[in-house]
């Protein structure tokens, strides 16, 4: 003979599975309509502009951000990599200073350097300025519209340099 609590607690289990059943299979019924809106969003990931630096502060007055010492940066929605000795995110300029040996690298391979670099991050443009006495290199991939084409035709001849009179 069963004793009375036993049987309480095995009728108690039935009610419970009884009443989470009909939830279970509506949930694997409707999970993967789920998944598949979630995946069809932007990652918050791929969004974010992650920097990396040996030091870090942000004062939430003026809702700045500095980046000291071996920073890098990563931008994966706009396609850019970045490395510097200081970097400053102006939250509210939606903007940001990477100074000190700048290097940028795009998706595509576009890149530039220079001491600083400001990123107009609404606009898409950045504004470069070089050391003293030196000057800012930019490197654009540039498609040629013939690549597909096999001709033998070679650029045009550069004219020759007109020295200035002094």
Avoid: W
Wanted: hydrophobic share 35%.
């Amino acid at each position: 003979m069963i004793p009375i609590y036993q049987l309480l607690k095995i009728q108690m289990h039935r009610a419970v599975f009884a009443l989470m059943l009909p939830a279970v299979v509506t949930g694997v019924l409707t999970l993967p309509s789920q998944l598949q809106t979630a995946n069809a969003q932007p990652s918050a990931e791929s969004r974010a502009l992650t920097i990396r630096s040996d030091h870090e502060e942000y004062d939430s007055k003026t809702q700045v951000a500095t980046a000291r010492g071996n920073v890098q940066m990563s931008y994966p929605a706009r396609g850019i990599q970045a490395t510097a000795a200081q970097a400053q995110y102006f939250s509210k300029e939606r903007r940001i200073i990477l100074s000190g040996n700048v290097y940028i690298l795009q998706k595509g391979g576009n890149s530039i350097r220079g001491e600083t670099v400001t990123y107009l991050i609404d606009e898409g443009r950045f504004i470069a300025q070089p050391q003293t006495n030196q000057q800012v290199e930019s490197i654009y991939i540039v498609n040629d519209n013939n690549d597909n084409q096999s001709t033998n035709t070679s650029a045009p001849a550069t004219p020759p340099l007109k020295r200035r009179s002094r």
